[in-house]
């Protein structure tokens, strides 16, 4: 649109009203162009770190499955330090912290942390080396019955019964607190799935005390 022209197609402003409307609508886009790109280019990287640092959490899990706590921890306190050197990007712009990818980095870091306190210390506590909203907890808490489920199979094909019967207890203990919650959305979804591997962990261990009384 012609500097010269109202929004609305009215007649020519007088000169200098004209000159300032022109002045103002420049600085306008130019300060939302310039705020735009910063945020893109922060975007852009927040996803490529949150996706390594998904990816450092996943591999630490595969270690805790194998029973390589230590490589565990190297990998974790990778995606501590890369998780926590995003949070300059959401002190410029909150809007940053709701990004997917991020989201998804800090459910699965959650719940590969929690794993490693589970078998570690027996037992899931508050994280504190990176900041967790209450969904990133939630959501790496389900997550992690799953992680339990697997667990269990493992140690009871190892006839290791006792200690599958521990983790279950854990298992259990976080689907009766966490029902206390009215999840709704994607979180919902999850804690269904927490259920559904809490139904099999049992059915695991039943079948196992079945079998030992014939």
Same mark, same amino acid.
């Given at each position: *649109?012609?500097?010269?022209?109202?929004?609305?197609?009215?007649?020519?402003?007088?000169?200098?009203?004209?000159?300032?409307?022109?002045?103002?609508?420049?600085?306008?886009?130019?300060?939302?162009?310039? $705020?735009?790109?910063?945020?893109?280019?922060?975007?852009?990287?927040?996803?490529?770190?949150?996706?390594?640092?998904?990816?450092?959490?996943?591999?630490?899990?595969?270690?805790?499955?194998?029973? %390589?706590?230590? $490589?565990?921890?190297?990998?974790?306190?990778?995606? $501590?330090?890369?998780?926590?050197?995003?949070?300059?990007?959401?002190?410029?712009?909150?809007?940053?912290?709701?990004?997917?990818?991020?989201?998804?980095?800090?459910?699965?870091?959650?719940?590969?942390?929690?794993?490693?306190?589970?078998?570690?210390?027996?037992?899931?506590?508050?994280?504190?080396?990176?900041?967790?909203?209450?969904?990133?907890?939630?959501?790496?808490?389900?997550?992690?019955?799953?992680?339990?489920?697997?667990?269990?199979?493992?140690?009871?094909?190892?006839?290791?019964?006792?200690?599958?019967?521990?983790?279950?207890?854990?298992?259990?203990?976080?689907?009766?607190? *966490?029902?206390?919650?009215?999840?709704?959305?994607?979180?919902? %979804?999850?804690?269904?799935?927490?259920?559904?591997?809490?139904?099999?962990? $049992?059915?695991?261990?039943?079948?196992?005390?079945?079998?030992?009384?014939?």
């Amino acid at each position: *649109m012609p500097c010269d022209l109202l929004h609305n197609g009215s007649p020519r402003l007088a000169p200098k009203l004209n000159t300032i409307y022109c002045m103002s609508k420049i600085q306008l886009f130019a300060k939302l162009k310039k $705020e735009y790109d910063h945020y893109y280019l922060s975007r852009q990287k927040i996803i490529g770190v949150a996706n390594d640092a998904l990816a450092n959490s996943k591999q630490a899990i595969f270690s805790l499955h194998r029973d %390589n706590i230590k $490589e565990a921890e190297k990998l974790l306190l990778v995606a $501590e330090k890369k998780l926590s050197g995003l949070r300059k990007y959401f002190n410029q712009n909150l809007f940053l912290e709701d990004e997917g990818a991020y989201r998804a980095a800090i459910e699965e870091y959650a719940e590969a942390k929690l794993f490693w306190q589970v078998l570690t210390k027996g037992k899931i506590d508050f994280i504190k080396d990176v900041n967790l909203y209450f969904a990133g907890y939630l959501g790496g808490l389900c997550d992690l019955t799953g992680e339990l489920l697997r667990k269990i199979i493992l140690l009871a094909t190892a006839e290791k019964f006792k200690e599958a019967q521990k983790l279950k207890d854990i298992l259990s203990d976080i689907v009766a607190q *966490m029902i206390k919650f009215n999840l709704t959305g994607y979180l919902r %979804n999850k804690f269904d799935a927490a259920k559904h591997n809490l139904r099999k962990a $049992e059915e695991v261990l039943y079948d196992i005390k079945i079998k030992s009384l014939r």
